[in-house]
């Protein structure tokens, strides 16, 4: 089975938060307890412009491209930029569309890497340069792959990006799962938002997140799901207030998996955040995540 990864994601930003490491660590992990073999792990070139213009505008994306966003443009993203980040960007990017393609010829596609939903079409925020996802979905519509999408997004933060460039698309679904009183400070409307308040741990989050996911899956259909499987509604993580446990978490992925199976629909996984104190235990998440689907979506692939 193929993963999707690029060495060019372990970018330096300095003392930043962001561990652009965890990626690699990632994919060492997955092979070093035999969830993934060394060949199984591709790296994707980088995606061309007219992709990434199916979600960003040219003069943005020009922008990126020779180094010219302001300085209130780099404070909205929080990133320093390189050309190394632009790199990872344009190549994060393809990695995505491949993880869906992928999903949709064998079930289950992982991209070790993505999850940019804090960008907007016209311009990048919260450490996100492109909304890879939308760019993704809207891809395989302009192939005539699918018609209809979801995105569960599960990170801490609320997809906004995602949820406003999708707000007038009635063939994707936009979920958010998020913490409510967190960045981003003014929130987008998804189709279904699930606010939760500071320190709510596994018990509410699963009941909570099952209860208003699970209804929404079974009536909207998607041909895809796009799993935003973010690692940092965990206990220790430095950017949220969530409470989560590594088992909570192991559930909640449990939940996504095992209800897209029921329902035939392939899962498009791509990462997002992750700040734990450790960086290990955000390692430790996203590799759950990974193996989890692997064990429900197709057992005996490891």
Known sequence: MKMFYSPKYEVELGEHILPTVKFRLIKEKLIELGIAKPWDIEEPPPAVDEDISLVHTPAYIDK?????LTTDELAVLDLPYSKELVEAAWIGVEGTIRAARYALETKL???IGGGGHHAYPDHGAGYCLFNDCAIAIRKLKEEGRIVK???VDCDVHQGDGTAFIFREDPTVFTCSVHQEDLYPEVKQQSDLDIGLETGVGDDQYLEEFSRHFLPALEIFRPQLLVYVAGADPYHDDQEGELALTFEGLERRDQIVFQEAKRRRVPVAVVLAGGYARRTADTVAIHVTTIRTGR????????
């Open 109 to 111: 596609g992982i991209h």
């Open 295 to 302: 064990h429900i979506v197709r057992p005996g692939m490891g």
């Open 64 to 68: 990126v491209r020779r180094g010219r």
């Open 149 to 151: 999408a979801m995105v």
